[in-house]
Each structure stands twice: as C-alpha cells, then as structure tokens.
C-alpha cells in the first residue's frame, strides 16, 4: 500500500473552474511535503514545499494546504488554465532520511474548453 | 532558476544492447543526484542515489550491475542501462540537488530532468 495517497486518481474540469486536489500520507515523522506538476512526457517541477509547521503556501493560482495532525494536504488550483493539464504529484520527505523521498500516484488533471 | 538537462528525451534500442542516459546540472553545481523510472500511470520509483566522486547506494531490488551510474564531476551523472530488455523500458527521470547538503538544504527543492523514454524492442 502507498504511503502517500491521492486523489482523485483523475479530474476533467472546464477552463476558468477551480479545483482542489487531495493527498493523504502515512509516512512518519516527516519534514515536509511537497506537491509537483508533472507535464507529460516531461519531469516533475516543483509547485510548492511545506514543512511540518506550515498550514498553507501559495505559488501563483496554486494554494497547498496542509494539516500535519490529519495527515492530509490538498492543492487548489484556480481559474484553471489550459496549460494546467497535468499530472499533480504530492511528495512527502521523511525526518532523517536523507533525501529519500516518498511519491505519491499522481492526479491526472484534464482542464478542457 | 536551476536547470537540469537530460539527453536523450528517447531512444529506441534492440534488446541486449547497452544505453547510456546523461544528466547535467547546467547552472549549478550538484553533489547528488538521483534516478528514477516512472511506468505508465505509476509513481516515480527512486532507483538510486549518484555522489560524485563516490558509488552510488542502489535502492532494494535494484540491480547495481545492470543499472550502472557514473557521477564523474559535480554537473554531470549518467546511467548506463546494460544489456538492456523489454521490460526495460520505461521512463527515466533525474533530478539534482543545489548547494552541498545539510540540514538547511532539505527544504529546497529537487530539479527534475525531463527524462528519457527508452523502449527496448
């Protein structure tokens, strides 16, 4: 079982909507988690990173949430864009690990016209 | 920002044959690097970590003499994938990490490749 879940596995919504995507993790104790936009076909790049202290970061129309107590994290994404078709990877550090980190499955978001 | 380029985005190969895959860090200098292998619809899997200078710590149930890594200089690692097979083929993926580590580092972000889709037919 992955230690860091996501979902919804996959999200088809209209251009200009909002959307929140969700991750769920096991993995502990960790020191931050990180959520990623991965295009297809290309490497993931980093949207935002949050430590365990942090509640929210934004980047843009990108707003990463999380709640270390519920061991969840969530990504709302607003006025979609066409371009923010992608796979959304929610990555979680563990404490003393070096850099090993724990990736989860990815939601497919599909922004249409 | 910081740049990490990999060569090539493809390549096609026949089974048994050798390929070599490269990543540079193109604006920085990076002590670690690490590859990853993506199949369709799945997790990046963490395959190893490359130090230059140093061997690389090869994950659980990867093979070190079949995947070989060479960190040769603080810009450049490669993976070398020998004898290659069908079910090798995937999607592999480095990223790098800027500055020299340490406590202050791990909160910043990894720079991802845009990998390479190797299909061994």
């Known amino acids: 079982k992955n230690q860091v879940e996501q979902s919804p596995q996959s999200l088809i919504i209209l251009e200009g909507k909002n959307c929140t995507l969700q991750?769920?993790?096991?993995?502990?104790?960790?020191?931050?988690l990180r959520w990623y936009k991965q295009d297809t076909g290309r490497g993931p790049v980093s949207l935002t990173i949050m430590t365990f202290s942090e509640n929210t970061k934004s980047n843009g129309r990108y707003t990463a949430t999380l709640d270390a107590d519920t061991k969840q994290s969530s990504l709302h994404i607003t006025a979609s864009q066409l371009s923010d078709s992608a796979s959304y990877i929610c990555?979680?550090?563990?404490?003393?690990?070096?850099?090993?980190?724990?990736f989860g499955t990815g939601t497919q978001l599909k922004v249409e016209l | 920002g910081a740049v990490v380029s990999q060569h090539p985005s493809w390549v096609i190969c026949k089974s048994g044959t050798s390929v070599k895959i490269e990543c540079r860090s193109l604006d920085f200098q990076a002590t670690t690097m690490f590859w990853y292998r993506q199949f369709p619809k799945q997790s990046l899997m963490l395959m190893a970590t490359s130090n230059e200078g140093s061997k690389a710590t090869y994950e659980q149930g990867v093979e070190k003499d079949k995947f070989l890594i060479n960190h040769a200089s603080l810009t450049l690692s490669t993976l070398t994938v020998t004898s290659a097979h069908p079910e090798d083929s995937s999607f592999y993926i480095c990223?790098?990490?800027?500055?020299?580590?340490?406590?202050?580092?791990?909160?910043?972000?990894?720079?991802f490749g845009n990998g390479t889709r190797l299909t061994v037919t």
């Open positions: 991750c769920n993790y096991t993995v502990s104790p960790f020191s931050n």
């Open positions: 990223s790098a990490k800027a500055g020299q580590g340490g406590s202050s580092s791990y909160n910043s972000p990894l720079h």
């Open positions: 990555v979680v550090r563990l404490t003393g690990g070096g850099n090993k980190l724990t």
